[in-house]
């Protein structure tokens, strides 16, 4: 069992910056790709920037160039730093990791509980 706890979030001015954390504990083999989701009031989940276990990235159109996304694979833990924030990025953000157990056919998707981000003057 892996557990992910999400960390970072809060109230900001737009155009300020957070950094989100995302830690991952429990029985941990081997964790492959993670990522960032995020979800607004009324919106649908929408993917915001992913990661695989050798460092390539990806990211949504609408935060490429403002956020970055990173892990330390050491610390079992992934990130997202985020500047130059907007109105609307205000949403939910959450993290999940693909897990990987050799004692499973199948790799596991886990999901954090999730961190508020509140863009607003």
């Known amino acids: 069992q892996v557990q992910l706890v999400e960390s970072g979030g809060g109230l900001v001015q737009p155009g300020g910056s957070l950094r989100l954390s995302c830690a991952a504990s429990?029985?941990?083999?081997?964790?492959?790709?993670m990522g960032w989701y995020r979800k607004a009031p009324g919106e649908e989940r929408e993917l915001v920037a992913t990661?695989?276990?050798?460092?390539?990235?990806s990211y949504a159109d609408s935060v490429k160039g403002r956020f970055t996304i990173s892990r330390d694979n050491a610390k079992n833990t992934m990130y997202l730093q985020m500047n130059s924030l907007k109105p609307e990025d205000t949403a939910v953000y959450s993290c999940?990791?693909?897990?990987?157990?050799?004692?499973?056919?199948?790799?596991?998707?886990?999901w954090g509980q999730g961190t508020q981000v509140t863009v607003s003057s």
């Open positions: 999940n990791a693909d897990h990987f157990d050799p004692r499973s056919v199948w790799t596991h998707v886990y």
């Open positions: 990661i695989t276990s050798s460092g390539s990235t």
């Open positions: 429990g029985v941990i083999f081997r964790i492959n790709a």
